[in-house]
């Protein structure tokens, strides 16, 4: 599957296990495919759309520009939605990336809510981002 700015899923999928891995639940760890398969699953479930603002990954389409520039000229985020934590840390420190603490959300949003915001403080602020950006 490519998307509007022919960045295969696959593709997405391995920068954004590249990116978790080091503190993912252990069936992701053992096998980078079922993370594949829980990302895509994920994306048909919240019909590919952020978990939080409701807008689709690709942030050209709302945004007009991308983020995070990379040494090749392209950038690299803003391209498919990210993995999410909905709880990133606890008492213990972080927590891990594991299917039941995962939804998936757009860069703005995931950078917006960072460490800063619950899930629910930010379900609302999502939707409000929805009022500006989408008017739904
Ligand atoms: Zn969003």
Redesign the pocket.
């Known amino acids: 599957m490519v998307n509007e700015n022919g960045v295969s899923l696959d593709k997405h999928c391995k920068s954004v296990y590249q990116r978790i891995k080091g503190n993912c639940c252990d069936e992701w760890k053992s096998n980078r495919l079922t993370f594949y398969g829980w990302y895509k699953d994920r994306l048909a479930k919240q019909e590919v759309l ?1 978990e ?2 409701h ?1 689709r990954g690709d942030t050209m389409l709302h945004y007009k520009r991308r983020f995070r520039p990379n040494r090749k000229g392209g950038f690299n985020r803003g391209l498919h939605l990210e993995v999410d934590r909905r709880i990133s840390k606890d008492k213990d420190g972080p927590t891990k990336y594991e299917p039941t603490n995962c939804v998936l ?2 860069y ?2 995931n950078n917006a809510k960072s460490d800063v915001f619950t899930y629910d403080e930010f379900r609302q602020i ?1 939707e409000m ?1 929805c009022k500006v950006k989408k008017g739904c």
């Open positions: 952020c939080y603002c807008l959300a757009c703005p949003c999502g981002i």
